[in-house]
């Protein structure tokens, strides 16, 4: 009987090790937290360059705030400012047993922020004060991080994000014209692949390539298919498109990931995964067609 407790706890034990572990690789994935979170950093964190043993590398452009040193409070309301923990600043990467070490003691990811020879360790971003400070002291505890500090980011500051026009009412009773316009096109094996672009959008935008993109909820990018009589796309097509790498030659939206059917995220490494139907993503529509694609896409 004692042998077969100690047989227990040992596995116990082991399993608890193999949890962690996942724990810390799920919560390291910044896109996907991003998105999850609806965080305002998401198109302008973001970078082209895939995550390394060290952690994510955030993009050059990824603000990092002003820090709250010893025990200053948030100097913007709540809702206006999103919150790093920065874990310092180091010459050399850091190791996956480091890594892993600070994730055990946090629930958002780690990242770097490449500056010069330079990389800025920061962990988050947090939306809430209270729950970023938490997660400081808890870090906090450990002697090699009693350092760490919090930053604060203005997001009134960010660039990226559009808000919609406000037109004057139209004194003449003529019925508007469709405000869907095509942002983006090519046809694929009598596949039409079209982006679309309204700026009558409530949900708001992102900036890439120096142009306005469309987000959407799940919902909002059915919608907007279905007024141009298109559909989202399916995982099988998206791989046909992503095959023909005519995204990449013409500079297609790839920051985010596009909505596809079934409430599928689609993204450009060709993964497919279920998200909140609230995530705000891209928007790409399909449809079977049998003549010339016709237009001069952006």
């Not at 990467?93 to 490449?114: C, G, S």
């Not at 982006?195 to 909820?217: C, H, I, K, Q």
Request: glycine share 6%; with cysteine; aromatic share 8%.
């Amino acid at each position: 009987m004692t042998q077969l407790i100690k047989i227990t706890k040992i596995s116990l034990g082991v399993l608890s090790s193999v949890l962690i572990m996942a724990n810390a690789y799920a919560n390291n994935d910044l896109e996907g937290y991003l998105l999850t979170q609806k965080s305002a950093l998401t198109s302008v964190c973001l970078s082209q360059d895939k995550s390394s043993d060290m952690g994510n590398v955030l993009s050059g452009t990824c603000p990092i705030g002003d820090g709250l040193w010893g025990n200053q409070q948030p100097k913007l309301e709540k809702g206006k400012s999103e919150f790093w923990i920065q874990c310092g600043v180091f010459n050399q990467d850091l190791t996956r047993e480091k890594v892993n070490h600070i994730q055990k003691k946090v629930d958002a990811p780690i990242n770097f922020k490449l500056e010069g020879e330079a990389k800025r360790c920061l962990i988050g971003p947090y939306q809430d004060f209270i729950t970023a400070q938490k997660q400081l002291r808890r870090l906090q505890s450990d002697w090699l991080f009693k350092h760490v500090a919090l930053r604060e980011v203005n997001l009134a500051l960010l660039p990226q994000v559009e808000e919609p026009i406000e037109r004057a009412p139209e004194t003449v009773s003529e019925p508007e014209p469709d405000s869907i316009t095509i942002r983006k096109q090519t046809k694929i094996n009598n596949l039409h692949f079209v982006v679309p672009f309204t700026d009558d959008s409530s949900e708001g935008f992102y900036m890439e390539n120096s142009l306005p993109w469309l987000r959407a909820t799940s919902l909002h990018a059915q919608e907007i298919c279905q007024q141009i009589d298109m559909d989202l796309v399916t995982k099988e097509q998206w791989q046909i498109l992503l095959d023909s790498t005519i995204m990449t030659k013409d500079k297609w939206p790839v920051l985010l990931p596009y909505w596809g059917a079934d409430n599928l995220g689609l993204f450009k490494d060709g993964a497919a995964r279920k998200l909140k139907n609230t995530s705000m993503l891209n928007v790409m529509c399909t449809k079977k067609v049998e003549d010339e694609v016709v237009g001069n896409p952006i």
